[in-house]
């Protein structure tokens, strides 16, 4: 009876877990809404990011020109977006300012969304009150990136969403990186490099995957990658550790994550052509080696897991 039980919570983890997965891959297809990029495209100062990039990349030739081989003017575009949005267009935000006197505020717990905040999926919205004034502020948890583009404020699931949307409106390929432990951001896709970039907005860093294990201290567990052609689990290209970063893997059967992945991967493949599938292949190939490398002398494999991703491309 008692295993009976404890396979049934289990089940309920799982269900639970494949309601965040579907949730988030509903959620990366509004990237890809013309109107919305264009929208997002008329805000970002792309000539600029051209010029400062093309300089950039002259500069790079000019001090070693065998080194400018392996840099891409798309890459030193991607650098000048992610130092704009961090310093120039997004804002972080703890605790909103009195929209009355510009004081501060203390949080005084939740407010019921209202049907406009409820619009722009803002389902959540935080209450605060200002010291000065006793005046209440609302700050709503804003999940729509058309919204995202006019507030341009909040923590990391604002920035790492309208960021995301950024990217897709510029011709970059993004993917929404979700975090288990409470963190997202993004990965470009370096067409130089034939690799995805970690990119976080709201620390202005590119290809330092490790920020979070080693920077903060953070115990890791699932990090999946969403875009509108996949879902994939990424979780060994932030960790040096993935032993025990598998040990605290505890919500769901690895097996059954990667037939998950597997079955969304294939439901994805007829609404691209063959050409653009065998690609797809050919980078999650390259990406698992990624994942079997160690990434310092201290690094621990994880061949068995990996491998057993290769049923997806196989199969």
């Not at 935080?126 to 209440?136: D, I, L, V």
């Not at 059954?256 to 007829?270: G, N, T, Y």
Request: proline share 4%; glycine share 4%; hydrophobic share 35%.
């Amino acid at each position: 009876m008692v295993i009976i039980l404890e396979h049934s919570a289990f089940q309920q983890m799982e269900k639970r877990f494949f309601v965040k997965i579907e949730s988030s891959l509903v959620h990366v297809l509004m990237y890809e809404d013309p109107q919305l990029q264009q929208k997002a495209k008329s805000i970002i100062p792309v000539e600029n990011f051209k010029k400062e990039a093309h300089r950039k990349f002259e500069e790079i030739k000019k001090a070693d020109s065998a080194a400018s081989k392996n840099v891409d003017f798309r890459d030193l575009m991607l650098l000048e977006l992610l130092s704009w949005f961090k310093n120039s267009f997004f804002k972080w935000v703890d605790a909103p300012k009195c929209d009355n006197c510009g004081g501060d505020t203390q949080s005084v717990g939740m407010a019921e969304p209202t049907s406009d905040e409820i619009r722009w999926q803002a389902n959540r919205v935080e209450n605060y009150k200002c010291h000065r004034c006793q005046r209440f502020v609302r700050f709503p948890r804003y999940n729509h990136p058309e919204k995202l583009l006019e507030t341009r404020c909040g923590r990391c699931g604002e920035w790492a969403n309208c960021f995301t949307l950024c990217c897709r409106a510029v011709g970059f390929e993004a993917r929404y990186v979700l975090d288990w432990t409470d963190h997202v951001w993004t990965e470009v896709y370096s067409q130089i490099q034939q690799r995805w970039l970690h990119c976080d907005p709201c620390e202005n860093a590119c290809d330092k995957p490790l920020l979070y294990e080693a920077g903060w201290g953070k115990k890791l567990t699932y990090v999946l990658a969403f875009s509108k052609d996949e879902v994939q689990d990424v979780s060994w290209r932030y960790s040096a550790k993935p032993v025990e970063m598998l040990s605290r893997r505890n919500e769901c059967r690895e097996s059954w994550l990667v037939q998950v992945i597997h079955r969304l991967w294939k439901a994805r493949e007829p609404r691209n052509s063959p050409e653009r599938n065998d690609e797809m292949k050919r980078r999650l190939l390259k990406e698992l080696v990624e994942f079997m490398t160690p990434k310092s002398s201290e690094g621990q494999n994880l061949t068995g897991i990996a491998l057993s991703h290769f049923s997806i491309v196989l199969y």
